[in-house]
């Protein structure tokens, strides 16, 4: 009885003991905040930026409504060189996007920022794209020989056909002068071209789009891993694991994972008796799968089947996604200048002298319309911006140094619209790439495919597409604007367009 009433005296005072312990956490956790924010301005004093909120940063100056691009530009003349960028309290990055900047930090071999590249990885894997140190110079060493030209060859021809069936099917278009999306069908015509390419896969997606798990599943992923990025709720792996989007994610990797599994199963089976390139080459083209299963080390050591599995999920996302969006504002900016798009057609008919499609040997001479991709890549970059994460203190050119630890923005978008590298910027100019005028230039002050050690594996593979593409598409059509879609840009983990990329086609008249 005398401890019961001990206890009952003794409750209200455990309400104060635990309330006091909760301050003391509070204080705590505020004062670490403290210190971390601090350490975080220290390191960026040097470079001046525009003012944010406390808590958020610069979060509430994203609408996500197209503007956003254009206010980095904007902050971009503003602050030479680079500035600060807060993404709440204590995260924050350097934004670069001066040629010199863009130099000291893609010419540096300083791994990706897992931050957003996470978000990827339980569907890619550890490939190409997201690896780091010893890994990512292996990998990156046994893949080279996938893209030299000798194996990009027939992958021109392959290129075509995907082209034509999406041509084919906007004859529908071309006769009712009304506008239609391009994304969309650019987006499966690069699906199917990848398909073929990295697995000697006929998928006839372009038709049958719909019904296929695996292209299903693809496009659940990207679409996925976009909606996330923009969601900070769902940057916390707990919550978006609890979530609905979490449950589909990974619902979608366990389909794309089985897929690859199996074709990889299957194809391993056939090249139990073929070991060399060489002989399998003679029989039919290579693709991108029989790269990496006979890829062999100095230590006569392949790849893992969970590294081949990594490396085609990496391809299928990087190969697909980055085209696409390429490509689609490729053609609107043709649409849009349709003096360029005259001389572009005009080159390219006199280099076909007939032909339907586009040959291996025809890609070099079209530098008219090579420019004119190079421009559109300039204006529209697919990938508008890439993080690093520096391993060790980084001093730039003017002497300004950052800590190791710190992560560093390159925005692409910027670099492209700098008006202190680019007279008139904003302006579609395909003459600034002639090779005169390019000579003037920093290499950085154009990075569409990345540059450096980590540069773009795939970028004469992507290149390739964009010419061929480009190539079909004027041969058959003339691409009109519509002045009422102006696409509303927006940085995902490609560019993409808020409101689609629209254009009208008609018919060229055939050359007499």
């Not at 099917?169 to 499966?188: I, R």
């Amino acid at each position: 009885m005398e401890l019961t009433e001990a206890f009952l005296q003794l409750q209200p005072r455990w309400h104060y003991l635990f309330s006091a312990l909760c301050l003391v956490v509070l204080v705590y956790k505020f004062s670490v905040f403290l210190v971390k924010r601090k350490a975080v301005l220290r390191s960026t004093e040097a470079f001046p930026g525009p003012p944010g909120n406390f808590l958020l940063g610069h979060v509430l100056e994203f609408k996500q409504d197209g503007t956003d691009l254009f206010r980095t530009v904007k902050w971009a003349r503003t602050y030479p060189y680079g500035f600060p960028m807060w993404f709440g309290p204590f995260l924050c990055l350097l934004s670069v996007h001066h040629p010199d900047y863009v130099k000291t930090i893609l010419t540096s071999s300083e791994p990706k920022d897992e931050f957003v590249y996470s978000f990827l990885m339980p569907w890619i894997g550890d490939g190409l794209l997201v690896s780091k140190g010893q890994k990512w110079f292996r990998h990156r060493r046994l893949l080279t020989p996938g893209f030299h030209y000798d194996v990009l060859k027939p992958y021109v021809q392959l290129m075509s056909q995907s082209a034509k069936t999406m041509l084919d099917k906007w004859e529908s278009y071309a006769k009712t002068n009304e506008n239609f999306e391009l994304f969309e069908h650019v987006s499966l015509m690069t699906l199917d071209t990848i398909l073929q390419c990295a697995f000697s896969c006929k998928s006839n997606c372009q038709t049958e789009g719909g019904t296929n798990a695996y292209i299903k599943a693809v496009y659940e992923l990207s679409n996925i891993v976009n909606f996330r990025l923009r969601t900070f709720p769902y940057h916390s792996d707990l919550i978006f694991h609890l979530s609905p989007h979490g449950f589909k994610f990974r619902k979608a990797c366990k389909v794309a994972h089985s897929h690859t599994e199996e074709v990889i199963r299957k194809r391993k089976e056939a090249l139990k008796e073929e070991t060399e390139l060489g002989r399998i080459q003679a029989k039919r083209y290579l693709d991108f799968l029989d790269i990496l299963l006979v890829a062999r080390d100095e230590n006569q050591q392949g790849l893992s089947n969970e590294d081949i599995r990594a490396e085609v999920d990496t391809f299928m996302f990087e190969g697909h996604d980055t085209t696409a969006s390429g490509i689609s504002f490729l053609l609107y900016c043709l649409a849009c200048n349709p003096e360029h798009q005259k001389i572009c057609r005009e080159e390219i008919l006199q280099v076909l002298d007939g032909k339907d499609t586009m040959e291996w040997e025809d890609l070099n001479k079209i530098p008219y319309t090579t420019m004119c991709i190079k421009e559109a890549l300039r204006l529209y970059p697919p990938v508008p911006g890439m993080s690093r994460k520096l391993t060790k203190p980084v001093t730039f050119f003017d002497g300004r140094t950052l800590p190791a630890g710190f992560r560093v923005g390159v925005s692409v978008f910027s670099v492209h619209r700098n008006p202190a590298v680019w007279e008139n910027p904003d302006v579609f100019d395909p003459l600034r790439f002639l090779p005169e005028n390019v000579t003037k230039r920093s290499p950085h002050a154009f990075v569409p495919f990345s540059a450096g050690p980590r540069n773009c594996i795939g970028q004469n593979f992507a290149m390739n597409e964009l010419k061929v593409v480009a190539a079909m598409t004027l041969k058959r059509y003339q691409l009109i604007e519509d002045p009422d879609f102006k696409p509303k840009m927006v940085p995902r983990l490609i560019l993409r367009s808020l409101n689609g990329v629209h254009i009208k086609i008609k018919p060229v008249e055939p050359q007499v």
